[in-house]
Structures are given as structure tokens and as C-alpha cells.
């Protein structure tokens, strides 16, 4: 066990809430990028609750391991981390997305604490990791950079290219995430244009490449400690996760990708997330 | 035009992209060159009902916009008319090497329709606007250029790019426009601009979502202030309607440019170079993004904010129409 009982429940606590806070922030924002923001939350809880050496003082500090969110669209899961941290007054997100708010469905990395870099265009935010990655060796710097890509982000061909030029690098203080939720716009991405062998590409590109349980904080901390040891190859964790996890009326279902919820919808929601959450605890305590 | 029954009413119940979709599945029925390929945006663009109708004639190509501009480049090199579904940012700027070597050097006909144009992805934020298009695209030798004001214009401009032989940029917002036209027949033609309102005091001239705005502004101009401002619909931006403008400076010595987009080589800039080579004096003041990136926000409000919407034009008109401006009755001479 890599993470201890404590560390454990904390977590889940901790995604739990943000959870909750997420179908807040799209009822409040009329729409939202719902199934890709659940799909990823596990993973960024994790992230930074426990892996990421970060200063809630200051989200700038210089020597912060970073985190690029190249699938910018689940910014209003993101969001909750930041509001949950300090970094932004929870007050605010009761004006995300609206006219004259700092934040918009996509965050703007000069304009929100802690958002590494502005997304949004996909297929851009792995080669920003990079950058970061090259500049932290170059500056002598120890710190980590964290990327997560969608895995219809994976169809744009600039991924690959930033693949490549990590594999050419060996730049293991880069470590690749991708959230497998294995949906898209406009459907299942086997649909759309077909992704696999998925993992066999990264391996193929030069990476370790290793399929994990998206939503399982041990798998997930297991995985990124190996990352951190592993020297002679970069590594990719593909996140095995469900679009809209938790909440039963979007699991599974890529037309969730986008789209507002009711009041009642949202209820609903919450009351979904609570059983969730104790299935989720069961788990833990029988573990 | 033949075959297309689009009205007013089709207008309040569809948005600006099923009009699109709905007139190129129309066309598609009689002129089999026709395709249509999208990058994962089949239901954000609309085009998905095409898909439907014609499943052997859609491409889905997946989060890759690069290599859908250039796959449709090698489709209307061997005999298609392929019509490509994206947001106008990645048309313009993602996958604008592409539409540069591939589309517009090899001048082929790939029409590229292109919507959550400006700043109607309000909220999206700076990622998604696109107020740089216009500039980027008429900048590109043998690419045609059209901005249609409304859903009846999008469908005007989907039948005429079909007979254009080169390529075609059809820039077009998210979801619903506010109505400009009654019907498909008032006259449009590629490079002809429309005059929506009669006026000698001052031209306003428009495109796209602006439009409407300038003709609620020319209209209130007339009630309020007695002044008579004529209103351009300048749907194609490129080959622009030179005559419309030249004409515009004699008759009115005023004009205002209007547009959901950078004023720096858009409407404005295009109108501002066919003045200055004119050698005619004139007033002349652009309104849209003052060479800024658009904060977040609802589309209206957006406008409102960058001054492009009916209150926005009505300040600048009454700005501009109290300058004192010398009207020198030789001018028109030097031409
Ligand atoms: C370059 C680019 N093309 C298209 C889009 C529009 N878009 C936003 S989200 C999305 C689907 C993303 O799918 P995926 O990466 O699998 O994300 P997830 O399912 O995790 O939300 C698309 C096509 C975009 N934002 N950027």
C-alpha cells in the first residue's frame, strides 16, 4: 500500500466534495463541461492532495512541481481544486462562465491562480509540459511537471509529435496522463477515429505506457511513484475512467460531454455522488 | 433559387448551422460531388444531419484539423466539392498551413464553413474566439471570403460557394442570428454588397452579426436623430464591393465599419484600404476588438462591450457626425 488509511480517506473526502462542488459550479454556470471534468477528478485530487509538491501560500512559487490541464475544457473541475485550496475565493464560482467573470469555461493562466497554462485548443498543452520539462533542466530545477490530455485529444497529430520529442529527450520529470474515459463529442472515440492499440502507441514512441484504474487513488499513486524512479524512459499512465463518473444519469454516456443540468437534474446529481461516495468508502475500509 | 424553401420562419427555428446543413444536404440530393467531413464538432456545427442523410458521404475525422483540411485538399484535387465543419479558430489559425499550401496555393475548391465565429463562443473564452479570422483568411491569395449577416445569407452563401470554382471561407456564428432577411431573394451575389437602408449622411458598413445591429442603429439614426444612415451588409469581405464603398464616401462622406472581429485587417481594414487608394477625403471610424483578446462572456454582451452592438454604433455615429468635419464639395474630383 502506497498510500496509508488516513491519506486514503482523505482523498476520498477530499474527491468527494469536489465533486459536489463541480455540479454546483455547472448549475451555476447554466452548462458545463460535466463528463470530462468527472472523468479527471480522481486523478487531479491526487495530484494535488498528495503528489505534488505545491505552496498553498503561493500558487506561483517557482520552484512548484506544474500541471497542465491540455484537455482545458474540464477547467470547471479544475476550478474546485483551485477554490478549495485558497487560491480562489469560493464566492467566485458562482460567476463561472458568466459575462464580465475571471473565469470561463477554459482558464486563463493570467488571470487564474494556479492554472499553469491557458487550454483549450486541444492537442497544445503537451508540448507546453515539455517546454516546462526542458526548462526546469535546464535551470537546475527539481520539480515535476504533470500533463493530462483527453484521449480524443490524442487524434491531433501535435500529441505526437510531443511524444516523440519527450521520448528523444528522456524527460522522466515529465509524466504524460491520459484520461481514458474512451468518449468524445460526438461519441465513443473507437467510433470517431479509432485510438487503439492505444497503449501500445505510447510504447511505440518510446514510453512505458501503463493502463491503470482511473479511479483508484492506489493504482494512480502507484503508478506516478514508479514514474518518478523511472530514469531511462519517460512514462505514460493511460487512466482507465467512465465520462461523468458518479453521477448516474452521465456515466458512460458521451452525449454528457457538455450540457446544463436542472435543479432537480443536480439533486439528483448529489444524491448519486453520496452513494457513490459510500460505495467508494466500503471499499476502502474493507481494503 | 431553386429547391430551397428557406423562409423567415425556418430562421427562429434554426439555428444559423442547421440552415447550413439543411442547404447543403439539399444540394448534396443533385450534385454528387458534394462531401462533407468534420473534426469531433458534427454536433456542435450541425453538419451531423448530413451524416444521416448521406452516411457514405461524411467523414468524421476525429480531434485532427490539420489533417481534415488537407484530406479535403486531396479530395478536391480528384473531383469533390468537400464541405469541412470546424470553428473558425482552428480553420484559421490551427490548421492555417494547411489551408494555405494545401487549399489555397493549390487553389482548390474546398469549402471551409466555419462557425462559433467572433465572439458568439462568448464563454469559451480567448481559446475559441475568433476575431482574427478575417484577417488571417483575406490575407490568403484565390480564397473567397463571405460573412453572412443571417441564416437566410449563410444559405445564400453555401449555394453560391458551390459555383465558385476556388476555395470558399464561410465565417458563421453559434447558434441562433438575429433575422436580417425575409427570404433567399433579395439579390445576393458574391462581391456585391446589400444596402439594407437608404442614407446620405453617413455609411455604417457591416458584416456578419453586426448587421442586424447597424440596421436597428440606422433605423433609430432616422426616428431620433434625423439622420439618414445608409447600411451596407458587406457579406463578402473578399473580392470586396469596392464600388458599394467608393460610392459610400461620395454620397455620404462618413462611413463606419462594424464587425464581431479584430479591427485590425478585418471589415474595417479592408474598407480602409479601398478609401485610402481612392484619394478621397472621408471621416472614417472602425468599431470592433480595439487589438485586444475578448474577456468572457454572453455573445450579446460581448458586443455590448466592444461597442459593436446598436448602442455601440449609435455613440460612434453621433461621435463621428458632431466632429467637425470640412466638407470640401471638390473632393469627389480627385479621385
Ligand atoms: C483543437 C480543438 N479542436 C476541437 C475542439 C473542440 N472540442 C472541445 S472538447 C472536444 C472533445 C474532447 O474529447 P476528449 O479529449 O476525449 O476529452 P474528454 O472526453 O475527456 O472530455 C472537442 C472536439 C477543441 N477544443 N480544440
Redesign the pocket.
Known amino acids: 500500500m502506497i498510500l496509508d488509511k488516513e491519506t486514503l480517506s482523505m482523498l476520498e473526502a477530499k474527491a468527494n466534495q469536489l465533486r459536489h462542488k463541480t455540479i454546483d459550479t455547472v448549475v451555476y454556470a447554466g452548462s458545463g463541461?460535466l463528463?470530462?471534468a468527472l472523468?479527471?477528478i480522481d486523478a487531479a485530487t491526487l495530484l494535488y492532495y498528495n503528489v505534488m509538491n505545491i505552496d498553498r501560500d503561493d500558487p506561483d512559487w517557482e520552484d512548484r512541481d506544474r500541471f497542465v490541464m491540455s484537455?482545458g475544457?474540464?477547467g470547471i473541475g479544475l476550478i474546485t481544486i483551485f477554490s478549495d485550496l485558497g487560491w480562489v475565493p469560493e464566492e467566485d464560482l458562482k460567476t463561472f462562465n458568466l459575462t464580465g467573470s475571471k473565469y470561463g469555461i477554459h482558464l486563463d493562466s493570467n488571470v487564474v491562480p494556479g492554472v499553469d497554462a491557458s487550454t483549450?485548443?486541444?492537442?497544445h498543452g503537451l508540448s507546453l509540459a515539455l517546454g516546462m520539462a526542458l526548462a526546469a533542466k535546464q535551470l537546475k530545477k527539481d520539480y515535476f511537471v504533470y500533463c493530462m490530455l483527453?484521449?480524443?485529444?490524442c487524434q491531433?497529430g501535435s500529441i505526437w509529435e510531443a511524444a516523440m520529442a519527450i521520448a528523444h529527450y528522456n524527460q522522466t520529470n515529465l509524466i504524460t496522463m491520459v484520461?481514458r474515459?474512451k468518449?468524445?463529442?460526438d461519441g465513443e472515440?473507437e467510433d470517431i477515429m479509432k485510438l487503439e492499440p492505444f497503449q501500445e502507441k505510447w510504447t511505440a514512441f518510446g514510453f512505458h505506457a501503463e493502463t491503470i484504474d482511473g479511479h483508484d487513488f492506489e493504482a494512480i499513486a502507484q503508478a506516478i511513484d514508479d514514474a518518478k524512479k523511472r530514469t531511462d524512459q519517460p512514462t505514460c499512465i493511460i487512466l482507465d475512467t467512465v465520462?461523468g463518473k458518479g453521477v448516474c444519469f452521465c456515466e458512460g454516456d458521451y452525449r454528457w460531454?457538455y450540457g446544463g443540468i436542472s435543479k432537480d437534474m443536480a439533486q439528483q446529481a448529489h444524491k448519486d455522488l453520496d452513494a457513490y461516495y459510500d460505495e467508494r468508502l466500503t471499499r476502502v475500509k474493507g481494503a | 433559387m431553386g429547391g430551397l424553401t428557406y423562409n423567415s420562419i425556418s430562421q427562429t427555428r434554426m439555428a444559423t448551422g442547421e440552415i447550413y446543413c439543411q442547404t447543403l444536404i439539399e444540394m448534396a440530393e443533385t450534385d454528387p460531388r458534394i462531401v462533407a467531413l468534420t473534426?469531433?464538432?458534427g454536433k456542435s456545427s450541425k453538419i451531423g444531419a448530413f451524416m444521416e442523410r448521406f452516411p457514405d458521404r461524411f467523414y468524421q475525422m476525429g480531434?485532427a484539423?490539420q489533417n481534415m483540411y488537407a484530406v479535403a485538399a486531396g479530395m478536391a484535387k480528384s473531383g469533390l466539392i468537400p464541405f469541412t465543419s470546424s470553428?473558425a479558430i482552428?480553420a484559421s489559425c490551427?490548421a492555417l498551413d494547411q489551408v494555405h499550401t494545401d487549399i489555397c496555393y493549390q487553389n482548390v475548391p474546398v469549402k471551409m464553413i466555419s462557425s462559433h465565429a467572433g465572439t458568439s463562443f462568448g464563454q469559451a473564452g480567448t481559446t475559441?474566439h475568433s476575431t482574427e479570422d478575417i484577417a488571417i483568411m483575406r490575407s490568403l491569395a484565390n480564397l473567397t471570403v463571405i460573412c453572412p449577416a443571417d441564416g437566410m445569407e449563410t444559405a445564400n452563401a453555401v449555394r453560391a460557394a458551390v459555383e465558385i470554382p476556388g476555395p470558399v471561407y464561410i465565417r458563421i456564428n453559434r447558434g441562433y442570428d438575429q433575422q436580417v432577411y425575409e427570404d433567399l431573394d433579395y439579390g445576393f451575389e458574391v462581391g456585391k454588397a446589400v444596402e439594407l437602408h437608404p442614407g446620405s449622411d453617413l455609411t455604417i458598413i457591416a458584416m456578419g452579426s453586426t448587421v442586424f445591429q447597424a440596421l436597428q442603429a440606422a433605423r433609430e439614426l432616422d426616428a431620433v436623430d434625423k439622420i439618414k444612415a445608409r447600411v451596407l451588409d458587406m457579406h463578402t469581405v473578399k473580392p470586396i464591393d469596392r464600388e458599394a464603398i467608393i460610392k459610400a464616401v461620395h454620397d455620404t462622406r462618413r462611413v463606419v465599419t462594424v464587425e464581431d472581429h479584430t479591427v485590425i485587417g478585418g471589415l474595417g481594414g479592408a474598407v480602409a484600404e479601398v478609401i485610402a487608394e481612392s484619394g478621397m477625403g472621408c471621416a472614417f471610424r472602425r468599431l470592433g476588438l480595439q487589438d485586444c483578446f475578448s474577456p468572457i462572456g454572453l455573445h450579446e454582451d460581448l458586443m455590448s462591450y466592444h461597442g459593436i452592438d446598436t448602442n455601440g454604433i449609435l455613440k460612434s455615429v453621433r461621435e463621428l457626425m458632431q466632429l467637425d468635419f470640412e466638407e470640401d464639395e471638390d473632393w469627389a474630383d480627385e479621385v
Do not use: P, V, W
Request: proline residues 0%.
Open positions: 463541461h463528463g470530462g472523468s479527471m484537455k475544457h474540464a483549450g485548443s486541444l492537442g483527453g484521449d480524443g485529444e491531433e484520461d474515459n468518449a468524445q463529442i472515440t465520462k460531454h | 473534426a469531433d464538432l480531434i484539423e470553428f482552428f490551427r475559441h
